[in-house]
């Protein structure tokens, strides 16, 4: 017996690691989503090593360089407090990747969690968690999370409690979706039959085989993080200043558009490019998943 | 079953009267129309989708006021000063309700709500929400519809162009600028805007909204991640419709492309188009919040932005409740527009 479940574990392994190799080469013949993984890669090492690419502390001031524009000593120029931007555009990679894959990680978890009992047991928990999330549903995202945000207070952690808590019940939908597309398959029967318990076959069966539309849905989800993140930052919701949020750079280079147009650019360019990105690979990744696609 | 919309439009003329003073004549047209749907079934459906906004309703008054009601922040404190004396605040406490337990509180509030349509007075300017909220209400609105408007003009056809040509440079440059219009956050575009058109250039203004020079900008602004959103959507859906047999067979029948396209191909691939029409409204309601801050305009956005700002919990209260209730009413239109669209959904409820 022993033995048995041993093969079947390791053929069950080997048969994880194929997937993943051929999902990585369905996703390397889209040249747009490489070209956004690379950026992803790029992101992410100037968000670690921000403290050695910066040339400047995010909020090292310098009173007699105000309002300089980009020159060699200060590549995108500095602001009203001398501060210099292509620093804090840097730092700011920082919080706004933390932003987007804290917030989008609560979601998953919790709405994740959901939709999978939603869909597992049906029934009234699943008119009950459904219902509910329709409640949810009907605010707009981003008001919901000026009125979680509104209600804890500004702040990074708040911020990133009140985008995920926003972004809970579309996870939960897909999940429900997804969990019940399998829960009558005979995989789930046979542990069913096995004695497995519900959380068990939940935990262990159901959610790692429907994990491709969670993975897509999150990836194109940090992107709307961090977007909304940006969102209640510009309009003072958000991060606080100094900390070097991108978006609340713009709410403040925007008072000095007239004159100091680069105020504005350089933060507006980062979130584009890293939100492109994201989507990007999000689409490649759906793509890669979409079994109408294999062949 | 026929169902009627009215089209109502207020037209105001200036004028100076005799007296000299500035004048306003106000005019009212309406307009008209009905569609027939189909028989008793669909009405039913209709009351039963109607009834089921209910719940719905109060689960969102039930959600807002909890928000509203852990804030931190004293409402006696805000309507009286800070520097009040705490025997006057402790009085308008208790004749407010507010010490008594949470459950008692929400109860009177949704009894207001229900019985005497009143959700309360501004903490700050003291009027009732609901006429704080009317008048923001009808320029959230029109920049929501303009936008919507600019984005179904420009979206349907650039996406239905790419999906006939597809693979061709025109496919591609359309793809490439619809990712790049999702990736612009919709502050960033107002902020370029109106370094463009307004600071450098001057042909629009860069703030209000009084004529349709002031809603240009603001339009495009809240309305460019919808049209890079409908786009992409239409594309992919006539690229589903067109691969499909009866397509095939109408080509080969001889039908012009343009038949071919317009008539037998948009006409099934506008169900998810509808769909996605329908959540952007939705989207453009409560990210008219950004664009309102950008171009100062009097919305309801603003109107909330301001309020959660200096603490006027009732009037946030309110216009989050406003939003949702029109949000869930668009979609419940959304869907019975696909009634009216689909023959096969429709033949389900004649």
Redesign the interface.
């Known amino acids: 017996m022993d033995l048995i479940k041993s093969v079947l574990n390791n053929n069950s392994k080997k048969k994880k690691s194929n997937q993943l190799l051929e999902t990585w080469k369905r996703l390397k013949k889209s040249k747009l989503a490489l070209v956004g993984f690379v950026i992803l890669i790029i992101l992410f090492l100037v968000a670690i090593f921000a403290n050695v690419i910066a040339p400047y502390g995010y909020a090292e001031q310098n009173l007699k360089a105000t309002f300089q524009f980009p020159s060699a000593k200060h590549i995108f120029g500095t602001d009203e407090f001398g501060r210099d931007i292509f620093s804090r555009v840097i730092f700011g990679s920082r919080i706004s990747l933390e932003v987007g894959f804290i917030a989008v990680t609560i979601a998953v978890i919790i709405g994740g969690l959901l939709g999978a009992v939603a869909g597992y047991y049906g029934g009234k928990i699943d008119n009950f968690i459904m219902?509910?999330m329709?409640?949810?549903l009907?605010?707009?995202?981003?008001?919901?999370a000026?009125?979680?945000v509104?209600?804890l207070?500004p702040g990074i952690i708040n911020l990133m409690i009140a985008v995920g808590i926003s972004s809970i019940p579309g996870y939960a939908r897909i999940v429900r979706a997804s969990v019940l597309s399998v829960k009558y398959q005979e995989f789930v029967e046979a542990a069913r039959a096995v004695g497995s318990s519900n959380s068990r076959i939940i935990f262990k069966h159901i959610l790692p085989n429907v994990m491709a539309p969670i993975i897509v849905q999150a990836t194109l989800g940090v992107?709307l993080a961090i977007?909304t993140a940006?969102?209640l930052s510009?309009?003072?919701?958000g991060i606080q200043p100094p900390t070097p949020e991108w978006?609340s750079m713009?709410?403040s280079?925007?008072g000095y558009?007239?004159d100091y147009?680069y105020m504005?650019m350089f933060p507006?360019l980062a979130?584009?490019?890293t939100?492109?990105a994201l989507?990007?690979v999000g689409d490649g990744i759906r793509d890669a998943l979409d079994p109408r696609l294999k062949n | 079953m026929d169902i009627t919309f009215y089209i109502i439009f207020h037209i105001n003329k200036k004028y100076i009267d005799t007296e000299g003073y500035d004048n306003v004549n106000l005019s009212i047209v309406c307009y008209n129309f009905s569609i027939k749907l189909g028989g008793e079934k669909l009405k039913k459906y209709i009351l039963r989708r109607f009834a089921l906004l209910i719940p719905v309703i109060i689960g969102v008054t039930f959600i807002v006021f909890t928000l509203m009601f852990i804030t931190p922040g004293d409402p006696a404190k805000i309507i009286l000063g800070e520097s009040a004396p705490a025997a006057s605040v402790k009085q308008l406490r208790d004749e407010m309700g507010l010490n008594k337990p949470f459950l008692v509180q929400y109860g009177t509030y949704l009894k207001n709500l229900v019985v005497h349509q009143d959700i309360g007075k501004s903490y700050v300017t003291k009027r009732p929400v609901l006429k704080e909220i009317a008048d923001c209400f009808p320029a959230t609105f029109k920049l929501a519809s303009l936008s919507m408007i600019f984005a179904i003009a420009i979206g349907i056809p650039i996406g239905i162009i790419s999906a006939v040509k597809q693979y061709s440079w025109f496919d591609t440059f359309s793809m490439i600028f619809a990712l790049i219009g999702i990736s612009m956050p919709v502050f960033w575009m107002g902020i370029l805007l109106i370094l463009l058109f307004a600071v450098q250039l001057h042909w629009l203004p860069a703030s209000g909204f009084s004529s349709i020079n002031h809603m240009i900008l603001p339009a495009i602004t809240l309305g460019a991640q919808s049209v890079a959103i409908i786009t992409r959507m239409t594309r992919s859906s006539m690229l589903e419709v067109i691969r499909q047999d009866y397509i095939r067979t109408v080509r080969a029948k001889g039908q012009k492309e343009s038949v071919v396209v317009l008539r037998h191909a948009l006409g099934n691939a506008l169900i998810p188009i509808i769909t996605i029409v329908g959540l952007q409204f939705g989207g453009l309601l409560g990210g008219a919040v950004l664009t309102e801050s950008i171009f100062s305009i009097p919305g309801v956005g603003r109107l909330m932005v301001d309020a959660i700002k200096m603490r006027d919990f009732p009037v946030v209260q309110g216009g989050v409740l406003f939003i949702a209730i029109t949000f869930s009413i668009v979609n419940l239109l959304v869907d019975l527009l696909y009634a009216y669209v689909d023959p096969r959904i429709k033949s389900q409820y004649s």
């Open positions: 219902r509910s329709d409640v949810l009907a605010i707009p995202q981003i008001l919901l000026i009125s979680i509104a209600a207070g992107a977007l940006a969102g510009f309009i003072g919701l978006g713009l709410s280079g925007r558009i007239r147009w504005t507006g979130i584009v490019i939100i492109f989507n990007v």
